[in-house]
């Protein structure tokens, strides 16, 4: 599996932003994809995943960006999007699309089970 994330920008406080991310392979429906992200001098952390068709392909979140941010993939186009809304400076890092072609739930916000990633893509938030 490749994956082409898109979709970064610049925003103001408050603002919205949508990344998306494009996937290339056989049985992508199958793939937990998640969106990670790291900000400088963090660590990469944990955004949103969206499990495939063995977990009924349901999201899971950060408690950080619940509510503010949505994780939606669309299986015939092979693509994930993370909408994000209510953006906060905090919120400012390179993103990166990954998928797990096992999509064990309990690891699922570790990254480190990752078995694909995307080249990332920069969201910054400022006023």
């Known amino acids: 599996v490749q994956l082409q994330a898109s979709g970064g920008g610049s925003v103001q406080p408050g603002g919205s932003l949508r990344v998306s991310c494009a996937a290339s392979?056989?049985?992508?429906?199958?793939?937990?994809i998640a969106w990670f992200r790291q900000a400088p001098g963090k660590e990469r952390e944990f955004v949103a995943a969206?499990?495939?068709?063995?977990?009924?392909?349901?999201?899971y979140y950060a408690d950080s960006v619940k509510d503010r941010f949505t994780i939606s993939r669309d299986n015939a186009k092979s693509t994930v999007s993370l909408q994000m809304n209510s953006l906060d400076p905090e919120d400012t890092a390179v993103y990166y699309c990954?998928?797990?072609?096992?999509?064990?739930?309990?690891?699922?916000?570790?990254?480190?089970?990752?078995?694909?990633w995307g080249q990332g893509t920069q969201v910054t938030v400022s006023s």
């Open positions: 969206v499990r495939g068709s063995g977990g009924g392909f349901r999201p």
């Open positions: 392979g056989r049985a992508f429906r199958s793939y937990t």
């Open positions: 990954a998928a797990d072609q096992n999509g064990i739930l309990s690891t699922i916000r570790v990254g480190g089970s990752y078995d694909y």
